[in-house]
Structure formats: C-alpha cells, structure tokens
C-alpha cells in the first residue's frame, strides 16, 4: 500500500467511485485479513497479510500494515502510515500518509452489516483491497465481493489472492 502515495499516472475515471453511506469508525477498527487485492508493487508476493486499524483521537487512524514477504516462513513486513478520515459524515473518505506531507486516497467502498467484510479502494479504481474479519471466507462471499468490486469499476482479473495460513 505503500506506493498509494506515489501511484500510477492513470487518469481519473468520470464518475466518481461509489462508497459506503456511512462507516461506524469504532465498528470499523481492529484487524482486516486481506483475502485479495489489485496489489501495489510492496504486496505482490504478500502472505498472511494483514491491515489492522485504531483510532486515534478524533478522525484520525492508527494504522498497521504487515505481511510475510514471499511465503509463510517469509520476512515479516510492517508498515505504519497514518489515516485521516477526510469525509465525516460518511467516515468513507480517507486521506493515508505514507511519507509527509502527501496523503493517498482510501475508500471504504463497501462494509457489510455485520462489518465482517470490506472493500478498500480509490478513486483512480488503480487499487483494491477485499478483506475480512477472517482469513477466510467462503467461495461464494468471495465471488459477491469481486462483483461489488467489479460493479464500482475494478477489474476484477487482476485481483490476486493473498495466501492466509495461521496455525
């Protein structure tokens, strides 16, 4: 996630990408296994990856990003950048500090009732990320949640699964 910042020169789709109506922050907080994303370059060869969330004082977002590097057994990878939740009255909208002073875009596109799965995206739809409260799901939900991707303009062929194995 850490190229967010630095990301692409594709244009920005016209119409805006489609978010959830509103995001309860402190449901929202706490670890997010990610079952499959349109990786960035730090996360091609991720497993076990993991992005975990703690808010930290009004409208801003600890966060934790890790992963093993090429395998189970893997080298751990951790990176902290620093969320700002941009739209407060949806919480959807996120700015994400990788390096200062520049924030990436991050959206929550999607949330289910019981805030068991999401999915993470931008507006340039150059990224994505379908996570769960899991690390697993079954094949079905993962299928619904490649359509919702797709349905808000990702493409969904080049979604990757992340490997998730914990004993």
């Not at 939740?85 to 390096?99: E, H, I, L, P, Y």
Request: glycine share 6%; with cysteine; proline share 5%.
């Amino acid at each position: 996630m850490l190229v967010m910042a630095v990301a692409g020169c594709q244009s920005i789709p016209r119409k805006p990408v489609e978010t959830a109506a509103h995001v309860d922050l402190e449901r929202f907080m706490g670890d997010w296994y990610v079952i499959a994303c349109i990786p960035t370059f730090i996360e091609k060869h991720a497993y076990n990856a993991v992005e975990s969330y703690e808010l930290e004082g009004d409208h801003k977002v600890k966060t934790t990003f890790s992963f093993r590097e090429g395998g189970f057994d893997g080298t751990l990878r951790r990176y902290h950048p620093a969320g700002f939740v941009k739209d407060t009255q949806s919480n959807a909208v996120w700015g994400m500090r990788f390096v200062w002073p520049f924030k990436a875009d991050y959206r929550v596109l999607y949330v289910d009732d019981d805030y068991s799965t999401t999915i993470i995206g931008r507006q340039k739809r150059d990224y994505v990320w379908i996570m769960a409260r899991s690390p697993n799901i079954p094949q079905q939900e993962y299928e619904r949640l490649t359509a919702l991707a797709a349905e808000r303009g990702y493409d969904p062929t080049r979604l990757r699964k992340v490997p998730q194995s914990w004993h």
